[in-house]
């Protein structure tokens, strides 16, 4: 029900923007985000902006991430700055209604 592109390989130091909508109007939306999975290790939140505006960002891409969209319109996007290689990872975007609803994942590669 979420399509998420923008993934890609990028140098350190590079920028990329994912982007994720929904195939179909979700209704009501808590929240959109981004979560990621690197291999072997547990999927975390990277950032995520409340129907109100509100944002929340993980400490390790603060600063250097920023999400966007429209709620209403279930659309969210994810600016990434001065990648690392530790960025690298699957990145999932979310959806929170009465539930999670979650889109297929792009691969996100940061090379050093």
């Known amino acids: 029900q979420l399509q998420a592109c923008g993934g890609g390989l990028a140098q350190a130091g590079g920028s990329l923007r994912l982007s994720c909508a929904a195939s179909r109007r979700i209704f009501p939306v808590n929240y959109m985000g981004w979560y990621r999975q690197a291999p072997g290790k547990q999927r975390e939140l990277v950032a995520r902006?409340?129907?109100?505006?509100?944002?929340e960002y993980a400490e390790s891409v603060k600063g250097r991430f920023t999400i966007s969209g429209d709620n209403t319109i279930n659309t969210v996007y994810l600016q990434m700055n001065s990648l690392k290689p530790d960025d690298t990872a699957v990145y999932y975007c979310n959806l929170r209604t009465w539930g999670d609803v979650w889109g297929q994942g792009t691969l996100v590669t940061v090379s050093s």
């Open positions: 902006i409340t129907s109100g505006g509100t944002t």
